[in-house]
């Protein structure tokens, strides 16, 4: 009888030392630090490549505005002038971005009289990379504008659009040209035109 006891006692001890053994054995190898890390590493590089890091850019570009049906049927009339604007962003994405700006868009002048032009505007811009160092764009959006006439101060909502590209100079750096409009601004109570922008300037981005 004790000798089936004591043979029962080595069964059931026999796998308790065998884990005790693996267990001690596991304890004595070297613990590989470069394999943990990697396995604990996460890449953050992808969100800096598509600009989602920091995802802002401002900059300002300087030009000239034309308000094409301004001079229709005038001798003595000037329907452009320099313009700027002043503007910044947020990326969703490397391909689209919210973009707000303010536009000086010059001052008009006929007959004695005179109309100082200015928008604030928010736009949806959309852009493609052509090439390493090339991005065009297109965008649209909702502008107020604001039209001090020498006949009645003028203000009012509409839609403006435009058309872009983009150089990379450096890794946050670009220079911008672009032709923009602003349609239906109100020139005096009784006249409106749309207001041409071209202008070349500095885009740079917070990353």
Partial sequence: ???????????GLTPLFSLATMTTVKADLPFNYGKAASANYVDNTSDAANGLTNPYYFGGTIGTSDASS???GETSCEDSD????LFGAYKFSDNLSAEGAYTSLGDMHKNGENADISAFSVNAVGSVQLTERFDIFGK?????????????DRDGFGVMYG?????RLSESTKIRAEWEQYPGVET????DTDVNM???GVEVSSY
């Fill in 1 to 11: 009888m004790k000798t089936l006891q004591k043979s029962l006692l080595m069964l």
């Fill in 140 to 152: 649209a959006g909702a502008m107020r504008w604001s039209s001090n006439n020498t006949t009645g």
């Fill in 70 to 72: 301004y001079c229709d």
């Fill in 163 to 167: 058309l872009g590209a983009k150089m």
């Fill in 188 to 191: 005096s109570s009784s006249e």
């Fill in 82 to 85: 320099t313009a700027w604007k």
């Fill in 198 to 200: 071209l202008s070349v």
